[in-house]
């Protein structure tokens, strides 16, 4: 079946620094990924979409500057927070969607913990 | 505007006893439905979905759902749960390129 992947599972940086997250599709194409939040007991929160080769389109509220999305090509794309602060620890999720499903396989997740 | 209501925040049930999670959507087209598990620390896994066809979809795990459009519900249901099946469950319908997900509901499983 579809893998997704993520790097790092875990991350714990210092305020003002940047992190990048990973997100691969294993064994398919993925021409959409898409980057969610999810705080602790509480649903996904969709963060924005990513096609490949194109610009993020990021949901409204999320700053567009400080989360750098690139989808660089179809197995592929990283979330960079920049600029961390601790309100920024949370648990980031990446999902995938292949050429022809509404069908989204998600990464595994990555805890990030800014102090 | 799409969205999904999950009723039950926290559901818990004896070990061998039967489940049912509750999701409600709305949608204006033909909605197509998803139920995810997702166990503490980790992502997110597929339990079954429904595109077209049979009401009653058939997941992973021993799992089904049952898609009733009269009553914009899509509830999954399992007829003896096992403490694995303790997790945090989400409901999610496709719209607009995006999924919407539900406020998720946390099952625990009593011995």
């Known amino acids: 079946g579809a893998v997704v992947s993520q790097h790092p599972s875990w991350v714990i940086c210092k305020s003002g620094t940047s992190v990048k997250i990973e997100c691969r599709s294993l064994d398919f194409q993925a021409t959409t990924m898409f980057w969610y939040r999810q705080f602790p007991k509480q649903s996904l929160m969709l963060m924005a979409t990513s096609n490949e080769g194109s610009k993020a389109t990021y949901e409204q509220g999320v700053e567009k500057d400080k989360f750098l999305i690139n989808h660089a090509s179809l197995t592929l794309s990283t979330l960079t927070v920049t600029s961390a602060h601790p309100e920024d620890s949370s648990f980031y999720i990446c999902?995938?969607?292949?050429?022809?499903?509404?069908?989204?396989?998600f990464g595994p997740g990555t805890r990030l913990t800014v102090t | 505007a799409q969205s999904v209501t999950q009723p039950d925040i926290h559901i818990t049930v004896s070990e061998g006893a039967s489940l049912e999670l509750r999701c409600n959507y709305s949608y204006g087209a033909t909605p197509y439905l998803f139920w995810y598990v997702q166990s503490p620390g980790q992502g997110l896994q597929l339990l079954l979905k429904?595109?077209?066809?049979?009401?009653l979809v058939q997941g992973i795990k021993g799992f089904e759902a049952e898609f009733k459009r009269s009553q914009s519900s899509f509830n999954l249901r399992k007829p003896s749960v096992h403490w694995s099946d303790a997790a945090e469950y989400f409901c999610a319908v496709a719209g607009g390129g995006k999924l919407i997900f539900g406020q998720g509901t946390t099952l625990q499983v009593k011995p």
């Open positions: 429904y595109f077209s066809g049979d009401t």
């Open positions: 999902s995938a969607a292949d050429r022809a499903s509404y069908e989204q396989y």
